[in-house]
């Protein structure tokens, strides 16, 4: 298809396997005319599911859209551990799985639920000494990386299915940001001494956006559909309507005296329905976070 215009908003795509968080950026980038285009939260390229990027000034969002609550349905093998935690490592342990019962499994997985302290991949794109870690393991380097805080609000059991020495669980997943699935996958099979990783990996929500919400690749070239900043705001924030004269302030990014807004992140819209800026309550006043609105020349 030819360039089409570009359009401030969000897009939802379903990563197809093998590609990575960042060529779903390059291409939708030439779809969109621009290369104003970031994504809220990478997934890995044997990952599938929801991708959400943003378009032009929603860039600025990214970070309060990535900061959120996750789904995930996958799959974790049971008696291999491998390099990078996933599928495609290579193997560096096996143990024979055959005296674990659907019991000791479902014991193992309830004790990954609540809150954490998870120590992360080698291989996860977190930067170590300003390199991100998986290209210090590619490097040779070894790397060890410190445990942080998450939370699993559900870790779900769907299948249990025994192979000749190993077991494939099918679970579906409710996670904070920042939570790495593989390393769920590795812990689990530490749990059980047996070793375990990654083989199935879809991610079908990211905070109020589901698979429902998006699309693929291909259909993206045929009919380029942003979701406005003004429905990003409606479902991803709470609302707030400003008069005319507060329109004119946030379009400034200057502070609101008089107003009461919820805790958190508040979307301010103007009388059009048009999505200003993102404003926190401090005190008596309202602060910027985030100003999308351009400024009225007068």
Request: hydrophobic content about 45%; charged content about 20%.
């Amino acid at each position: 298809m030819s360039a089409a215009p570009t359009t401030d908003g969000v897009v939802v795509v379903d990563k197809p396997a093998s590609w990575t968080s960042h060529d779903v950026v390059a291409r939708v980038r030439r779809e969109a005319g621009t290369r104003k285009v970031g994504h809220a939260g990478t997934l890995d390229p044997m990952a599938t599911g929801v991708l959400v990027l943003g378009v032009g000034r929603a860039t600025r969002l990214l970070g309060h859209l990535g900061a959120t609550t996750k789904e995930y349905d996958a799959t974790i093998r049971l008696g291999m551990s491998t390099s990078t935690d996933d599928a495609e490592g290579e193997p560096i342990s096996r143990v024979d799985t055959g005296a674990l019962s659907d019991a000791d499994v479902a014991a193992a997985v309830a004790d990954l639920v609540g809150d954490l302290h998870q120590v992360p991949s080698a291989v996860s794109a977190i930067k170590v000494g300003g390199k991100r870690a998986y290209a210090r393991v590619r490097a040779g380097e070894s790397v060890s990386l410190p445990a942080r805080p998450v939370r699993v609000d559900a870790f779900d059991i769907h299948s249990v299915r025994r192979l000749p020495g190993q077991i494939d669980v099918d679970v579906a997943i409710t996670c904070s940001s920042g939570t790495y699935v593989r390393a769920l996958a590795r812990d689990l099979g530490s749990a059980l001494a047996v070793g375990g990783h990654l083989t199935v990996l879809r991610r079908t929500r990211v905070g109020a956006f589901r698979l429902a919400d998006s699309v693929t690749l291909d259909e993206l070239s045929r009919q380029w559909c942003p979701l406005s900043l003004a429905e990003v705001a409606h479902r991803c924030f709470p609302v707030h309507q400003v008069s005319d004269e507060q329109a004119d302030m946030v379009r400034h990014g200057r502070a609101l005296p008089r107003v009461q807004l919820p805790s958190g992140a508040v979307a301010l819209l103007d009388g059009a329905d048009n999505f200003l800026a993102l404003y926190e309550q401090h005190g008596p006043v309202a602060r910027a976070i985030a100003v999308f609105a351009e400024q009225e020349c007068r």
